[in-house]
């Protein structure tokens, strides 16, 4: 364990098989179960646990009480597996926050991802396999079902439940409360239960410094629409757009594959 002007406190239990950069801090009875590796600058507030395989970038922090790496829940015809042979582990990039009472399990076929600079509220759960891209929010007590995949910037409402192997473009918001059962298009907006797309994210392209035109266009949002029938326009869909949509089908493949 590297210990480079790191500051542990006395309470706290990391393992043997962990490995941190410099300026970590960890606190009151912090868990961190190795393998486990930190970078750099990570805050690890008191009471939170960490069981590896986890892979931890820098400048993130972990609210107290947030638990990383527990095993994926599934089951069995013999009940639920508590312990993986085989866990896939979390990876988790830099600068993100992740708040009071979040949990993010293991993955059982990939790793569970989480992207840089995204914002997990209190009592959100990520379940096995999710994939989180840069910049998403997750607000408080949000569920992702297993095999959940969030685009780049994408926005989940309070409380909203995202069911298995659902992809949700970038940029896209799923309002608060929903139940998402089908794939939600990049740069839409989609609300209620089960959730249904009722138009075109405009404060996202504000947000991210996309210019798009018109977004009124109908044609957009039609052509938005029709990317989960795999049709990807390249006139109606604005080219800043453009890897958006690439990146939505690709994820959308997969989570069909």
């Not at 085989?86 to 009071?100: A, F, L």
């Not at 896209?172 to 994210?201: E, F, Q, S």
Request: a negative charge; hydrophobic letters at 40%; one cysteine or more.
């Amino acid at each position: 364990m590297g210990c480079h002007d790191n500051r542990i406190h006395p309470t706290a239990i990391v393992g043997d098989e962990v490995r941190m950069g410099q300026g970590n801090e960890i606190g009151p009875y912090a868990v961190i179960e190795g393998p486990v590796t930190l970078g750099d600058r990570n805050i690890i507030a008191a009471g939170v646990w960490i069981g590896g395989p986890v892979s931890i970038g820098s400048g993130n922090y972990f609210a107290p009480k947030a638990t990383i790496g527990a095993p994926a829940e599934w089951s069995t015809d013999d009940g639920e597996t508590i312990r993986q042979r085989h866990p896939c582990g979390v990876q988790i990039g830099d600068r993100n926050v992740v708040r009071e009472l979040v949990t993010i399990h293991q993955g059982s076929e990939r790793p569970t991802v989480v992207g840089s600079s995204c914002y997990i509220m209190n009592h959100a759960h990520l379940g096995h396999d999710a994939e989180l891209a840069d910049r998403v929010n997750i607000t408080a007590s949000a569920t992702l079902a297993g095999f959940v995949t969030l685009g780049y910037g994408s926005y989940l409402g309070l409380g909203a439940n995202v069911l298995q192997r659902t992809v949700i473009g970038a940029l896209a918001i799923v309002g608060m409360g929903a139940v998402v059962n089908r794939h939600v298009p990049p740069a839409t907006v989609a609300i209620g239960t089960p959730a249904r797309v009722t138009g075109i994210n405009h404060r996202g392209f504000e947000r991210h410094g996309i210019e798009v035109g018109p977004v009124d266009d109908p044609a957009l949002r039609d052509a938005l629409a029709r990317l989960n029938e795999g049709v990807f326009d390249e006139a109606a869909i604005p080219v800043p757009l453009h890897p958006y949509a690439r990146a939505y089908l690709a994820d959308v493949a997969a989570a069909h594959g």
